[in-house]
């Protein structure tokens, strides 16, 4: 993850033709997220306690992820910045707080990943599969969600993990078994 921010208006035309108009809907994603871009590198985040983490595929089997939970402004603007790796099995957890829509990037994040957008009630509401390191492109979610989870690309495709999956973690009232 990079940056996050309230959905934003339709973004076609961002690319480098259009160089004012991406650096205003970049800008406007910062400023909506209420976060002021620091320029200092996010430390590798060793040390900060892991939290398990299930996801229900519809076929029953139960995939187990060790993630970092990103809560506050800081640790939601920074996410998996300037990170070189993630260990397999890991992953982090954006939690806004309620639902909403989200937009995100992979700005500064050179670990390639699947994002899974998640509802209040825990349920994966769209995936984003193979982000690409450092693209600028927004990845808006597909309606209001509560969560984002970011784990390594391809993980999603390997565990046949699918829209409609249910996540167990606290924050959905629920946890894992």
Request: hydrophobic share 45%.
């Amino acid at each position: 993850m990079s940056r996050f921010a309230p959905s934003l208006p339709d973004s076609p035309g961002l690319d480098r033709r259009h160089g004012c108009r991406r650096r205003a809907v970049l800008a406007t994603v910062t400023l909506m997220a209420g976060l002021a871009p620091t320029g200092v590198p996010a430390a590798p985040s060793r040390g900060r306690r892991r939290q398990p983490l299930a996801i229900v595929t519809r076929a029953g089997d139960v995939r187990r992820f060790a993630v970092e939970l990103a809560r506050t402004p800081r640790q939601l603007s920074r996410g998996l910045m300037f990170r070189d790796a993630m260990a397999p099995g890991h992953g982090m957890l954006f939690d806004f707080g309620r639902e909403r829509p989200v937009a995100m990037w992979m700005r500064n994040t050179p670990i390639p990943l699947d994002m899974l957008f998640i509802d209040a009630l825990g349920r994966i509401r769209g995936i984003a599969a193979d982000a690409v390191p450092f693209s600028e492109a927004v990845i808006l979610s597909p309606g209001p969600v509560r969560a984002v989870l970011e784990l390594n690309a391809g993980t999603v495709r390997r565990l046949g993990i699918a829209t409609g999956d249910r996540v167990l973690h606290g924050i959905f009232g629920s946890a894992t078994r």
